[in-house]
C-alpha cells in the first residue's frame, strides 16, 4: 500500500476541510441514517405509537378550525373551512418539525460530536428528512379528505414540491442559525417554542390571505406565509389566490436565511466539539 | 523510508478558562461583554483568563504500518492529540499531516441507540463511523460473529450484558478498514477473553501494513503490541522511541514524583524527641511507583524511629486533588521500645475514584498527641483501566468508586 495515493488531510488552526462537501457527500447515508434512527425510536414505548403523527394535527386542525371559522367567523370562500386550516398545516408542520429539529439536533448529539468527525451539517439535515417523512404522511391522508369533502386538486398539485423545498430551505437556514446558536448559548432553547408560537398566528396557518387586502403586505413579511399560501394554492385546486409580492419575499428572504445560516454555521462548527 | 502517513509539527493546542463564571447563557455573555468594556475603558485590561496548554509543541511522524503506543499521565494531552487527529477538535498552532483515511475509536458504541436492536445498531454505528450502507451489509456477518451475539440480533440493545454491549461496538469499528486506526483506552473495558480478541484484531489490522495509534494505561499492553511509544507528559512529547525505553522512562517518572518519598534525620519537621519519620513509599505489586490502576491494591508503607519508649501511633490524610478530605485511618496505638518500625496499609483496590491523591502522614503518641505531621508526604495517581465502567466511557464523579452488586429486573405489567 502506497501513502501516496491515499487523500490527503491536512489540519490546521482555522483551516476548514478542503475536502468538506466531499466529505458530506462521502458521509450522505449518515443523514439517513440518523433520520431512520430518530423515526424508529420515537413511538417506542408510546401506547399509540404511529397514531401520534395523525392525532396532533387532527386536534390542531380541529381547534383552529373552530377559532378562526366559527368563532372569528374568517371568510372561507366557499372551501370547507377544515380544509383550509389542513392545507395550512401542512406547511406549517413541515417547517415546526424541520426548524425545531434542526434547532436542537446539534445539543441532542453531543455525545456523538465530541467523539466522532463527520461533517456537523449532517445532524440538522437529518432533521429536515424526518419532517419531510412526517409530511408525506399526512399529505397521503390529507389527499383522499380533500376530495372526499368536495374539492379536486387541479394541475396545481404538480407545483407542490416547489413550495415544499421552499418552507425545508426557510426551516433550514432558520434552524441553521438556531442549532449553531444554541451550541454556545443554550437561550436559544427557550426561544424556539417562543417563536413557534407566535408563528402560528403570523403565518396563514389558520385563514386565507386573499381575502385579507389590509393585512396581506404586511402577512408577506413573514417568509412562511408565501410558502403556507402556496402550499394552500397547489393542494385545493387554485381555489385560493397566490400572491405573487408575497412569495418574491418569501424566496428572497429563504435565500438569505439558508445562505447566512450555512456561513454561520461553517464559521463556528469548528468548535462544537470544544463547547457542547 | 516512504513517506509518513502523520506528520504533526508543532501541534498545540489551548483552552482558556475564564475565572469569571463560564457565560453559557446570553445574558452572562451581555453582562459580562458589558464588565470587560466597562474595565477597559476605566483601567485598559480586560478579565483575567488562565491558558491551559493540553497539548504544547508536539511533532513527531509515524511511518505507515507502525503501531505507536501513546502514554501519560492523566492529563498529559493523550486524549486531546487523538481528538485533533480525528479533526473533532482543531489546533490552535501547528499542523498535521494525515495521509489515508482515519477511523477513530475513542469511545466504545459511540452513537449506539438503547432502543435499536443490535442489527439496527451495526448499521447506525457503522454509518457513524463512516462505513457505507453496502460496507456494512459485505462485513455484517464477520462483525456479528466476532461479536458473538447472533442470537440477540433482534433485542434492543438496553437489553444486552454490558458485556454484550462491549463485544459488539468494538466489533463494528474493528471491521473499519481504514489506513489509519486510533483507539483510545477502549480496549480495557470487557473481559480478559475478549480483551485478548481484540488485541489480537488490532495486531491483525497492523500486520495488514496499516497503521494504528493506540492510548493506553496498560503498560503490558502497549509493550506487546507497539513497535513504537510517545510519551506525553504536560501536552509535550517527554520521551519517544522503543517501547522497553519509554515505558521505563515513564514508570521512573512517576516514582520521582512522588510515589516514595525519604526524609532526612536533621529535619525539624519530620521528628520530635519521640518519633521520626524516615521514609514513605507506595508500592503496587511490589514496585515502588505513583501510578496505580484503579482495579488493584496499592500499599502505603513508612518507616519511622521510636526514640524514646512512648505509646506510639500513626495516622494517614488521604485528600484528593481539589484537596477534599477524603479519610483519615491508623492502626491502634501500641507501647514501642526506641528502635525503627514500619506501619503499612493497603488501600483496596476498586476503591478510590481516579485522579491524583494527596497523603499527609501523622505520628503520634498517646493517641491524640501529634509529635510529627507531614504534608503531602506521597502522592499517587489513581487511573482507571475501564474495570466497573459497563459501557460507560465518561467521567464519573465523586472521591471514591466502588464496584457496588447492582440489581436490575423488571417489573411486571410492563409494555415490551
Redesign the interface.
Known sequence: MSADVLPEVIIEPGRSSANYWRDLWRFRELAGFLAWRDIKVRYRQAALGIAWVVIQPLVQTLLLSFVFGKLAKMPDGGVPYVLLVLSGLLPWQLFTAAFNGAGNSLVGNANLISKVYFPRLLVPLSCLVIALVDFGVMLALTLPLTVILGIVPGWQLLLLPLFVVLTLVIACGAGLWITALTVKYRDFRFITPFILQIGVFVTPVGFRTDFLPNWRDLLALNPLSGAVDGVRWCLLGGHTELYGPGLVVSCIVAAILLSSGLWYFRRTERQFADIV | M????IDVSGLSKR?VIEHESRH????D?LHHTARKVWRRLRWGTGFDHEEFWALRDVSFSVQ?GEVLGIIGRNGAGKSTLL????????????????????A?L??VG??F?P??SGR?NI??NG????M??QEIRRKFDEIVAFAEVERFLDTPVKRYSSGMYVRLAFAVAAHLEP?ILIVDEVLAVGDAQFQQKCLGKMGAVASQ?RTVLFVSHNMGVVANLCSRVILLDQGSVAADGAPGHVIGTYIQSGAQLSGHAVWADDRPDTGSGKLRLHAARILVDGRVTADVPIDRSAILEFDFSVLARCQAGSSIHLFDKQGVWVLCSGPASTLLEPGRYRHRVTLPENFLNDGLYQVSIILLIDVTNIQVHVREAVSFTVHETGVGREEYGGVMNGCIRPLLAWESSALSGN?S
Open positions: 516512504s513517506r509518513p502517513i483552552y453559557d447563557n446570553l445574558r455573555t505507515p481528538k485533533i487527529l480525528s479533526r473533532i477538535t482543531e489546533p490552535t498552532n501547528g499542523r498535521a499531516v494525515i495521509r489515508g483515511r482515519v477513530s475513542l469511545e459511540t452513537g441507540h432502543e435499536l439496527d448499521f447506525l454509518a457513524i463511523l463512516g457505507s450502507r489506513e501494513g409494555a
